[in-house]
Every structure is written in C-alpha cells, then in structure tokens.
C-alpha cells in the first residue's frame, strides 16, 4: 500500500526553512565539497535545535541534520527533551516503549536504543546523553527546543510508533496534543472574548461560488529506458502498461465515486499533447500520467500529479506493486490522495469540482458553525435543481447535528428516503454513496434497522473499496452480531481509507469492534489512533475511557473522563456508559462494570 506523497531528502542537501532561526556555517559533505550557508542568528555557539511542532528533527548548531533514523529513538528523544530538566527515570522510559515486555528485556531494549542515541548525537560532543542506573537525561544546555508558532504544525506531526508495547507512548503523545489544543482553546477564548476554533485546526474548503475549474486529465503511461516500454512480461509481451492502465481505471471508477470531478481520459493519445484549451478555464487543469518500471522480477508503477499550465509537479506517489490482489483498495487510498491534493490546489474560496468530497470533510471536521453553515448551502443547491447526492448529503449530515450536540436533527422518513433511491438510475457512479449515507442515517436516526442494513450492503455490492461503505458495513455487522464479519469489513476499510481525511472514525469503529471482541489493548490503539488526528473527538475519547477502564489502567481512564468533561461539560458520559453496557455480550459487560467500577466511573 503506498504511503502517501513521496518525497526523497538528498544525503548531501541541508534542509532550509526546517529550523527557525538562521545561521551561518561552512560544513563539508561526504564527498569534500563544501556547502555555505548564511543568516542571522538564532543558534547559540554548541546548542542542537529539536524541532518537536511538525516532523522530529535535530540540527547540529552548523545545521547538519542529525534526525536520527528510527522513530523508536526520534520518540525517546522527543520524551527526555520535554520532561522537566531533560531527565526521565529509566523505569518510565521502559514502562513507555517496552511495556508488554519482561523487565530484563525492557532493559536490555533500553541500554541499546541509547547506545544507538549516543552514535546519533556523537556529533554534538561526549556527554551530551548521560545515564545511570536509575535515569537517563540530556544535557539541558546543548539543546535548544524551537518554538511553537500560533497555528503551525501539530506537536510531533506523524510520529506514530507501531510496534507492540508502545502504548505508553501513545498516551503520553496523545496527552501532550490535547492540552496544546485545549490552551489554544483558553487562549483563543482569553483574547477574543468568545469561544472559537484553535488557529491550529484548518477549516476544509465549503461550498461556496467556484472561481476555478478543475478537470483532470488522464495521460497515457510514461515510456523510457525504466518505463513501461521496457518491462518483458514471461508470456512475451509488453505487460506492464496494461497492468498500470487497469489500476488507472480503478482509480477513475474510486473519484466518480466520491466527486462530480470533470475526467478526461486522453490515454488513446489522438487529442496531442494539450488536448483541451486551458486559458478558457473550462479545460484540463491538472495531469495525471502513470510510469512503470522493473525491480527485478516486479513490475512497479509510480504515479505523478501535474499542473496543466505550469508543468509544476505537486505529487509524486510511492512505488506502488503491479501485482497487488486487493487493487480496489489500493486505487481508493490513491483517489483520495489525489483529492486531497487537489484540493490543496483549489482556489481559496472553495472547489465545487470536488463535491461531495467537500461538504463530507465540513461535516467530519466537527466543527459546529460549519456544520450548519454547509447545511445551508445543500438546502440552496437543492432549492437551485443541484444532483441526487444533494439530498442524501443533508440526511446524512442529520447524524452530525445530532450526536455532536449542534442542534435538533430534522426527521427521517425511511420509505419515502428508499423510494426516492429506487428512482436513481442504477449507471449513476454516486448511488453507493447515496445508498451509504441513506443507510447509515437510517441505523443512527430512526428504527429502521432492516432497510439500513440493506442499503448499506447494496452499496458495497456495487462499491465494494469505497472506504466510507465499508465504514458502515462494519458498524451494521457489528450491531446484528457478526463480530469476523465487521473485522474484515474494517480492515478492508483502513486499507481503502489510509489516506482519508477522516481517517480517525474509521478508527473509532475498529475502537468499537475490539471491545465487543474484548481485546481492549487493541480497542485503546485504534482510539489512540483516531485521537492523533482528530484529539477533541467524543467519540474516540469515550471508548479510549472504556478500554483503559477494562484493562485496569484506572487513573488513565479517569483523566479520559475529566478531558471529556472538560471539552463537553453537557454531554451525559453516563447515559452513553449505561447504552455500551446494555449492549457488550454478557461476559464482556462484567468485565466492563468492573474496570469502570474500579476506575469509579460508574
């Protein structure tokens, strides 16, 4: 599965703009060549600069990257320079990074990740890592920690450590993140005068009058000397520009799913190289070409995204394998990768060309103004003879409004919703959008439970790596009782959704899913995980409480407790309580009274 955009460091470039704060040195590279670089201060004579808001890293005062090269040690080191006077007590460190393991194997773990520390910053001098028997502390004055900027990077921006027995750091970087968010909160508070969201989280882009069309242009696969052209299938013919169109035309059919977007697809190569005008605004706007090339046996594609006018290259995606089985999934990760880049792209004022995808991120953004703000706008558009999604948009956004306290959602009739469906034409790319959405607001808001489970499934039947449909199949699943069934319906999800921008609800069900199945550790992951990115998330907080109650870690469960109280005093955690244990399994219910008994919850 790739990663997201690709992006490749040279060995030998000193990143600018990494550090605040410029400087002056002449630093000799691997090769003997020297690089001068100039500025005005910042660094004091022997300090290191930790950059912890965004990506880790740590410069050397001449600006030589000394990030190390595992996260494991990038995360050790972000804990000793923010604990009080650089120090941490080596039990704490284990606790953290090792705590699945024995005590003589979290030691040894420890004493090798700082022999490695010690050969990452050896650089800066000896003594700069000491550790005895009972610690393990950085010298205060070799390192200088760069400040945080009102409304720039998160805290740590994608540190997310995978390894077992981590989740000590889970919470620790979770913790950090929700109180720089809940004082950019006070703060925000303090000086306007009234409550408004943090500068730190980015509205996404509503709907508002378009100012710039996008339209994509799909481009025939790349040929060169590493190209398609030269990749020898074993039956004897040229296979790997069919392998790379065919994932092409999965990621077509993924953004017809998800977007009204205007595609052209120009592979036959008959229009010429610029086959629609782009200074009329109504043509190509953005490329998008596949390459292919060979790793020994394996065909590999790499796609690019381009800016029509410009040439200007904004996205370079990962080597992605030919061969892939769940290639559905994978062509969904990329549609939304393209998305989310475009709109990145798209004028300040907003781009209609990405609906639905738009008034999908305002309502997932949580934010209440703009919640109501985008139900406004659907009303207008519908009002105007705007496309069948329009209604099922406003119905879906009815579960926002009323299970985030916004306001009174409107009411659901489900036949005459089913039958307004039935009339779709069945061609139409967005009916399993429709059908989801329809669905899923018939599960939460009405008793309906019948018809939404079968909206639900029709709409994976004809989109069956449509991240969100696979969402709420595994909620369905998971309320009827089929416990694999909504397992492998999640896992199918995080696959397809990887790079979704509401990435953290498909974690809050797989938070459901594994408290249901009683594996709380991993309940507390997946909750860990969607509060990354989206720290303020009710949802995830509460199962977050109820799996750190049921495995007996009280006092994190109750701080669980005081954070939702904090964020929504009105919210009755109570009744929320009573309706997950009126639900559990018999078994899993006892062992759920007892932790929260203990955690004095309930």
Known sequence: MPRGIFAKTAEKLIPFGSVRGVYECDETVQDGTKVSRRGSGGITEGQATAILH??????????????????????????????????????????????????????????????????????????????????????????????????????????????????GFEDWLRDRRLEEDTEAAQTAVLEKGLARTPKALVRPAVLRPV?????????????????????????????????????????????????????????????????????????????????????????????RLIEAGTQRLLWLSDLIPLEEDDGAAVAQGLAETITDRLSAEADAEGAPDLFPVTALAAMFSLDSALILQTEAQLVRMQAEGGPEVLEYLRVFLQVFKQHEGIGAASAIEASALCERLSRMRTSDPMLPLCQSLAGYALHMLTDEQEAAAALVEAAYQRAPGLALNLDHLAVLRLIRGDLDGAAAALAQCLRAGSFSPWRYTYEVT?????????????????????????????????????????????????????????????HDLAGWTQGLLRRAPAPLGQSLVAGLQQSEII
């Open 211 to 303: 100012r710039r069309h996008l339209a994509l242009g799909i481009l025939a696969c790349a040929a060169g000397e590493t190209w398609a052209g030269k990749i020898w299938a074993a039956g004897g013919t040229w296979a790997g520009g069919h392998l790379a169109d065919g994932v092409m035309d999965e990621i077509i059919h993924a953004l017809t799913l998800t977007t009204l977007l205007d595609i052209h697809d120009l592979r036959g190569g008959e229009s010429g190289p610029v086959p629609l005008p782009i200074e009329t605004g109504r043509g190509v706007s953005h490329w998008v070409q596949a390459a292919v090339l060979r790793r020994g046996a394996r065909a590999l594609m790499r796609l």
């Open 54 to 167: 965004g990506p880790f890293r740590l410069f050397c005062p001449a600006g030589r990257d000394l990030t190390p090269n595992s996260t494991m040690r990038q995360a050790i080191l972000a804990v000793l320079l923010c604990a009080p006077g650089m120090i941490r007590a080596r039990r704490s460190l284990q606790q953290m990074f090792w705590g699945e393991a024995d005590t003589a194997r979290a030691s040894a773990n420890l004493r090798t990740a700082l022999y490695q520390l010690r050969a990452d910053l050896e650089p800066l001098g000896a003594g700069c890592l000491l550790s005895d028997r009972q610690t393990v502390q950085l010298v205060p004055a070799r390192f200088r920690l760069d400040a945080a900027a009102p409304g720039g990077p998160r805290f740590l921006e994608g540190m997310d450590l995978t390894l077992e027995g981590c989740s």
């Open 510 to 570: 797989g938070a459901m899913i594994c408290m249901a199945r009683g594996e709380y550790q991993a309940a507390i992951y997946h909750a860990n995980q969607a509060l990354f990115r989206k720290p303020k998330y009710l949802g995830a907080l509460r199962y977050a409480m109820a799996g750190l109650a049921a495995s007996g870690k009280h006092a994190d469960a109750r701080r669980m407790v005081a954070r939702i109280q904090t964020l929504r005093p009105e």
